[in-house]
């Protein structure tokens, strides 16, 4: 019997694995999908997220960004990070380099979905396989989830969210946030020659009418390449992380919104703790420790998305950074450390 199954071979999945094997346990990852996995995000590390991905020996490529700067139609203001940069790189990128790791620490990738779990006082049983626990990596509309019954209806506009690639050079080392009536653009340097750009919205609609909110951004971009990807609704709630010897992680675990791009960082906080826990044979503790380590992107996202969806508010968003540099660049630092 392996210490831990972990379910799902995204990038928390993944880094759950690489912790797992460097805190002694066997550990092995059940994947369906064909690597490495595309999906519409923002493509941003904050310098968390980079850090400890340094400390489990991935050095990603990609382009630094230095911090965040937030835009409408009529100001600008920018907050730079105060220790170590953020960094952009591509969703396959970045999975291409964490596959790679996992197989540099022998940890097995089997291209098979959880199915039917069943579990008793020692272990867990799916997909053919028996470990003491399983992690439910298995993503933002996890099938784990709802198969236990731990889904609870969301609250609020569903918000999605669309990406797009151009092939033009990165203008600015920061990651742009533009700002328009019930949607923001996010600019992402990824690459010398790339830029993504995720369009979070409370519309429906192709991604072409979603950029015509942002005309100032539109005019700089030009030769999109590859496929528009889309995700939502992003807002889930989750009544527990914990059910008996199945614990969930990263995106699976609960998502509030991708407004501060903290998405990795809080899925690799997170994926620390469930490692801790399952090493000192103590599950009970994942709940508090979740909770622990995603308080303050819980706290400020919520706030934000609160204001953000009502327009009053939301207009003010904006002129309110540019007004308090000071507290912005606060703020900033608090989801980037």
């Known amino acids: 019997m392996i210490d831990l199954l972990v379910a799902g071979g995204g990038p928390a999945g993944l880094v759950t694995a690489l912790l797992a094997a460097r805190s002694g346990l066997s550990v092995t990852v059940l994947e369906p999908r064909a690597l490495p ?6 493509e941003g590390l904050m310098p968390h997220a980079v850090e400890l991905l340094s400390e489990l020996g991935v050095q990603v490529p990609g382009l630094p960004f230095r911090g965040i700067h937030y835009a409408d139609a009529r100001r600008g203001v920018d907050a730079l990070f105060g220790a170590g940069a953020g ?3 591509r969703r396959t990128t970045l999975h291409t380099h964490l596959t790679d790791a996992v197989a540099a620490a022998g940890i097995e990738i089997v291209p098979r979905a959880a199915g039917r779990i069943t579990q008793d006082a020692d272990g867990v049983q799916t997909a053919g396989f028996r470990a003491r626990y399983l992690a439910a990596a298995d993503g933002l509309h996890s099938p784990i989830r709802r198969a236990l019954g731990l889904q609870r209806p969301s609250r609020g506009p569903s918000r999605h969210g669309l990406r797009q690639h151009y092939a033009v050079a990165p203008w600015a080392d920061l990651v742009e946030v ?6 923001e653009a996010y600019v992402t340097p990824v690459a010398p ?7 979070l919205t409370t519309a429906r609609g192709p991604y072409a009418d979603q950029l015509a909110r942002f005309p100032a951004l539109a005019a700089k971009l030009h030769s999109p390449t590859g ?13 527990a992380r914990v059910h008996g010897r199945v614990l969930l992680v990263g995106d699976a675990a609960g998502y509030v919104d991708a407004l ?20 000192a044979d103590r599950p009970g503790d994942y709940e508090r420790r979740w909770a622990a380590a995603s308080r303050r992107y819980r706290l400020l996202t919520g706030g934000l998305l609160w204001a953000r969806n009502r327009p009053l508010l939301s207009r003010a968003i904006v002129p309110a950074a540019a007004r308090l540099p000071r507290t912005f660049t606060t703020l900033v630092n608090h989801l980037a450390r």
């Open 193 to 199: 020659e790339l830029v993504g750009v995720a369009i």
């Open 227 to 239: 496929p528009v990807r889309g995700a939502g609704p992003l807002r889930q709630r989750v009544s």
């Open 87 to 89: 960094r952009g790189v």
């Open 37 to 42: 996995i595309d999906k519409a995000c923002g």
């Open 178 to 183: 533009h700002w328009a009536p019930g949607a």
């Open 260 to 279: 501060t791009g903290e998405g990795l960082a809080v899925a690799w906080a997170g994926a620390a703790e469930l490692v801790a826990c399952v090493a």
